[in-house]
């Protein structure tokens, strides 16, 4: 007699593991005069990811030219009064001593942010070159040419404390995006505290300036300049 046949049943049971990557963290990159892993902003700017930070601790320091998304701040200073601020960029030369570039595509607020610092001389020394940046609680005397410049897009420029300027200490030129500018302390331009030309050419979206809760004092020693003086165009704009 055939035996019955016996049915084996077998289950399997797959285990699936997830792995969910850690998300990466922003890294910070240090630079002081000796004994940090960079003694040159610009190197650590060059080094750096979008997103990260580079702390900056006292001492004199060359140019920087900032063209990506980053953070570069001072690793104290005094947001009350940016004259004693201790991180300082200078050159011996007048060149421009803190620029932002390649960063058309920048939202105006979500460009790079610059803190604390200190910057003596140079000709035009802060320019955004048609790339926003946020630049706050900064010293800045330039004594031969305007101390912050838009050179096209926007930004904010927020509680610094600028003066002697050789023209004016904030200058507005070919904006394209939206600016803030508050709570700065502006003295002693040889021509305006705020200069802004509305050229008459159409931007891709309209700009809007907003100028609040600054004090303008001294400005236009020099000449018959203004607090706030704005150049207009023959034609329209949407600035």
Request: hydrophobic residues 35%; negative net charge; aromatic residues 8%.
């Amino acid at each position: 007699m055939p035996l019955p046949r016996r049915i084996i049943l077998l289950s399997f049971t797959t285990l699936i593991f997830l792995v969910i990557p850690n998300p990466i963290s922003a890294a910070e990159l240090r630079v002081c005069p000796s004994g940090c892993q960079y003694s040159v902003i610009q190197d650590a700017v060059n080094a750096a990811s979008a997103g990260d930070t580079v702390r900056v601790f006292p001492g004199t320091y060359a140019p920087v030219d900032i063209n990506k998304i980053i953070n570069v701040i001072a690793d104290s200073y005094d947001q009350a009064d940016p004259r004693n601020n201790t991180v300082i960029i200078t050159n011996s030369s007048n060149t421009q001593l803190l620029t932002t570039s390649g960063g058309s595509g920048w939202a105006w607020n979500g460009g790079p942010v610059v803190r604390g610092f200190k910057i003596i001389g140079g000709d035009h020394p802060v320019d955004m070159k048609n790339a926003p940046m946020t630049f706050e609680y900064n010293y800045v005397n330039a004594n031969v040419s305007d101390n912050v410049s838009f050179s096209g897009g926007g930004g904010i420029v927020r509680g610094n404390y600028l003066e002697g300027a050789g023209d004016d200490n904030i200058d507005i030129d070919n904006g394209s995006k939206t600016i803030l500018i508050e709570n700065n302390y502006l003295y002693g331009a040889s021509q305006e505290g705020i200069e802004i030309r509305l050229q008459d050419d159409t931007i891709a979206q309209t700009a809007v300036y907003t100028i609040r809760n600054n004090r303008l004092v001294s400005n236009g020693y020099g000449s018959s300049g203004d607090g706030i003086q704005i150049i207009d165009y023959s034609n329209d704009t949407n600035r």
